[in-house]
């Protein structure tokens, strides 16, 4: 079975930056391309929200309105890795980011949605004082 485990996070000033990476262990042959894998994050008492998300290829990505600008996501896929670069980090960005790896059968589902991924990493916490 497919393991996500994500690093990267900590405590960063307001205007700083940090990069999280996620890796995934576990295929049994070569991933399917056409399989996504996202960055979610969810604060304290709030719901766990899309933030970033990139096709198994590479060659597409949907990143959030409310990130748009400051967070990119990419991947290697020589080192089964996908990474969320964040900059201009602000307090509201403080939550547990978790990294998150498509379905199957969820091909049509928004790429940002929680119901597209079935396979998620323990969590990596992003902390931004206020």
């Known amino acids: 079975q497919v393991r996500l485990v994500e690093s990267g996070g900590g405590s960063v000033q307001a205007g700083g930056s940090l990069t999280l990476s996620c890796v995934a262990s576990?295929?049994?042959?070569?991933?399917?391309?056409?399989?996504?894998m996202a960055w979610f994050r969810q604060a304290p008492g709030k719901e766990r929200e899309g933030v970033a998300a990139?096709?198994?290829?590479?060659?597409?990505?949907s990143v959030a309105q409310f990130v748009e600008g400051r967070f990119r996501i990419s991947r290697d896929n020589s080192k089964n890795t996908i990474y969320l670069y964040m900059n201009n980090l602000q307090p509201e960005d403080t939550a547990v980011y978790y990294c998150a790896h498509q379905g199957p059968g969820q091909s049509a589902t928004p790429v940002l949605s929680l119901l597209k991924y079935n396979l998620w990493g323990q969590g990596t916490q992003v902390t931004v004082p206020s």
């Open positions: 576990g295929y049994v042959g070569t991933p399917d391309w056409k399989d996504w």
């Open positions: 990139i096709r198994g290829d590479g060659q597409a990505t």
